[in-house]
């Protein structure tokens, strides 16, 4: 079955920095790529997302890369705010729809 | 978003003890998932259900059980539990109609097992 690996597993940064969280899976077959914010106490919620047949995407603050040769895809934010302390969960998508979830990274930006 | 509801929100057992975890969505999915969520791990499927009729384990099943009582409800039962079922866990929906990746998470239930 697919494994998806998430690092780092805790990432701090200053407010106004990048932060880039890394993703690896290992089903060549799997095709969609969602990312998700936890903050304390909620539930996740999917914040962006990449299929297979797109290399980018942005939305505002974040964007979402894949390179599908090495298998891997990574979540950037710029300019972080103290909003994006949160822990982010990366994910791979097989092809019958269920989600296979990375470790998690918690995010803390320090004002 | 009360769209996916879980009852209870907290619940603290003892080991032994047989417990239900419910999830009810209102939002005509058709397909269903049971997560666990432990620090460091991530969340984790415990089982999953694309239609009433369909019952599929996940990567965590042992312990577990689950019942698709209509398309809007999906149960989570621990036969007897024990300590190391003490987790966060949610219940989360999505659409195959839309290709089955849009997953809505219910807020959580966590339990402690004592």
């Known amino acids: 079955g697919e494994n998806v690996e998430q690092h780092p597993s805790t990432l701090s940064v200053q407010e106004g920095d990048s932060a880039v969280i890394k993703c690896t899976y290992s089903d060549s077959a799997s095709n969609y790529f969602p990312w998700y914010k936890q903050e304390l106490g909620k539930r996740p919620q999917l914040i962006i997302d990449?299929?297979?047949?797109?290399g980018e995407k942005k939305d505002q603050r974040i964007a979402v890369t894949l390179n599908k040769t090495a298998k891997h895809f990574s979540l950037h934010i710029t300019e972080t705010q103290p909003e994006d302390s949160a822990v982010y969960f990366c994910?791979?998508?097989?092809?019958?729809?269920?989600?296979?979830f990375g470790a998690g990274t918690q995010v803390v930006v320090t004002p | 978003d009360a769209d996916v509801t879980q009852t209870p929100r907290n619940r603290i057992t003892k080991t032994g003890k047989r417990i239900m975890l419910e999830c009810s969505q209102t939002k005509g999915h058709d397909r269903m998932y049971w997560y666990r969520q432990d620090p460091g791990l991530g969340l984790r499927l415990i089982y999953y259900?694309?239609?009433?009729?369909?019952?599929n384990k996940g990567e965590i099943s042992d312990g577990y059980s689950v019942s698709r009582q209509a398309q809007a409800k999906f149960s989570l039962s621990l036969e007897s539990a024990i300590p190391n079922q003490t987790a966060l866990y949610f219940c989360?929906?999505?659409?195959?109609?839309?290709?089955?990746?849009?997953?809505?998470f219910g807020s959580g239930t966590r339990l402690t097992v004592v």
């Open positions: 989360a929906t999505s659409d195959s109609g839309t290709g089955g990746y849009g997953y809505t």
């Open positions: 259900s694309f239609d009433v009729k369909d019952i």
């Open positions: 994910a791979a998508g097989d092809s019958w729809g269920k989600l296979q």
């Open positions: 990449i299929r297979s047949n797109v």
